[in-house]
Protein backbone atom coordinates (compact mmCIF):
# COMPACT_ATOMS: atom_id res chain seq x y z
CA UNK A 1 0.00 0.00 0.00
CA UNK A 2 0.82 3.56 -0.34
CA UNK A 3 3.17 5.01 2.84
CA UNK A 4 4.79 8.40 3.00
CA UNK A 5 7.17 8.75 6.22
CA UNK A 6 8.41 12.01 7.22
CA UNK A 7 11.25 12.67 8.69
CA UNK A 8 13.60 15.75 9.53
CA UNK A 9 11.58 18.12 11.69
CA UNK A 10 13.21 19.35 14.86
CA UNK A 11 13.93 22.69 16.82
CA UNK A 12 15.76 25.70 15.31
CA UNK A 13 16.06 29.65 15.66
CA UNK A 14 14.55 32.00 13.64
CA UNK A 15 16.92 32.17 10.64
CA UNK A 16 18.03 28.50 10.99
CA UNK A 17 17.72 25.86 8.62
CA UNK A 18 16.40 22.47 8.23
CA UNK A 19 15.93 19.79 5.63
CA UNK A 20 12.80 17.42 5.56
CA UNK A 21 12.26 14.10 3.80
CA UNK A 22 9.83 12.29 2.82
CA UNK A 23 10.76 8.77 1.82
CA UNK A 24 7.53 6.87 -0.42
CA UNK A 25 6.27 3.75 -1.61
CA UNK A 26 4.05 1.37 -2.64
CA UNK A 27 3.87 3.35 -5.90
CA UNK A 28 4.99 4.76 -8.94
CA UNK A 29 7.02 7.31 -7.56
CA UNK A 30 8.55 8.66 -10.75
CA UNK A 31 5.44 9.00 -12.10
CA UNK A 32 3.83 10.92 -9.35
CA UNK A 33 3.51 14.64 -8.31
CA UNK A 34 4.44 15.05 -4.81
CA UNK A 35 4.15 17.93 -2.57
CA UNK A 36 4.41 19.47 1.04
CA UNK A 37 1.70 20.96 3.30
CA UNK A 38 1.96 21.82 6.58
CA UNK A 39 -0.50 23.06 9.11
CA UNK A 40 -0.19 25.14 12.43
CA UNK A 41 -2.63 24.61 15.56
CA UNK A 42 -5.82 26.51 14.88
CA UNK A 43 -4.93 26.81 11.28
CA UNK A 44 -6.25 25.25 7.99
CA UNK A 45 -3.81 22.92 6.46
CA UNK A 46 -1.79 25.01 3.45
CA UNK A 47 0.26 23.76 0.29
CA UNK A 48 3.87 24.92 0.92
CA UNK A 49 5.38 23.50 -2.27
CA UNK A 50 4.78 20.69 -4.76
CA UNK A 51 7.12 18.94 -7.89
CA UNK A 52 5.89 17.73 -10.63
CA UNK A 53 7.25 14.20 -11.77
CA UNK A 54 9.37 16.15 -14.01
CA UNK A 55 10.88 17.73 -11.33
CA UNK A 56 9.18 21.21 -11.66
CA UNK A 57 8.34 23.08 -8.49
CA UNK A 58 5.88 25.43 -7.57
CA UNK A 59 6.14 27.64 -4.12
CA UNK A 60 3.30 29.65 -2.55
CA UNK A 61 3.84 33.12 -1.99
CA UNK A 62 5.03 32.70 1.53
CA UNK A 63 7.85 30.70 1.24
CA UNK A 64 9.78 31.22 -2.39
CA UNK A 65 13.21 32.05 -2.16
CA UNK A 66 13.64 30.51 1.28
CA UNK A 67 12.41 26.85 0.76
CA UNK A 68 13.20 24.16 -2.05
CA UNK A 69 11.45 21.14 -2.99
CA UNK A 70 13.53 18.01 -4.52
CA UNK A 71 13.36 14.61 -5.31
CA UNK A 72 15.28 11.82 -5.81
CA UNK A 73 13.44 9.17 -7.76
CA UNK A 74 16.14 7.07 -7.05
CA UNK A 75 15.45 6.90 -3.82
CA UNK A 76 11.76 7.37 -4.02
CA UNK A 77 12.04 10.73 -1.45
CA UNK A 78 11.31 14.00 -1.73
CA UNK A 79 13.21 16.56 0.28
CA UNK A 80 12.23 20.54 1.74
CA UNK A 81 15.20 22.43 2.40
CA UNK A 82 14.06 25.09 4.39
CA UNK A 83 16.76 28.21 4.97
CA UNK A 84 15.83 31.77 6.70
CA UNK A 85 13.30 30.15 9.20
CA UNK A 86 10.46 32.13 10.95
CA UNK A 87 8.11 31.58 13.74
CA UNK A 88 5.04 31.33 11.34
CA UNK A 89 6.53 28.33 9.50
CA UNK A 90 6.37 26.50 12.80
CA UNK A 91 3.94 23.98 12.02
CA UNK A 92 3.58 19.75 10.99
CA UNK A 93 4.78 19.36 7.70
CA UNK A 94 3.02 16.78 5.85
CA UNK A 95 3.94 14.74 2.61
CA UNK A 96 1.01 14.40 0.00
CA UNK A 97 0.40 12.52 -2.85
CA UNK A 98 -3.32 11.78 -5.10
CA UNK A 99 -2.61 8.13 -6.43
CA UNK A 100 -5.02 5.36 -7.55
CA UNK A 101 -7.84 8.19 -6.77
CA UNK A 102 -7.23 8.96 -3.22
CA UNK A 103 -5.26 11.59 -1.46
CA UNK A 104 -2.70 10.30 0.57
CA UNK A 105 -0.69 11.65 3.53
CA UNK A 106 2.15 10.49 5.65
CA UNK A 107 2.10 11.16 9.48
CA UNK A 108 3.84 14.53 10.14
CA UNK A 109 6.75 16.01 11.31
CA UNK A 110 6.94 18.48 13.76
CA UNK A 111 8.87 22.22 12.81
CA UNK A 112 9.50 24.36 15.79
CA UNK A 113 11.01 27.86 15.43
CA UNK A 114 11.85 28.97 18.53
CA UNK A 115 14.54 31.00 20.33
Known amino acids: QVQLVESGGGLVQPGGSLRLSCAAS????????MAWYRQAPGKQRELVASITSGGTPIYTGSVKGRFTISRDNAKNTIYLQMNSLKSEDMAVYLCYVFWAGRARWGQGTQVTVSS
Open 26 to 33: GFTFSSAN
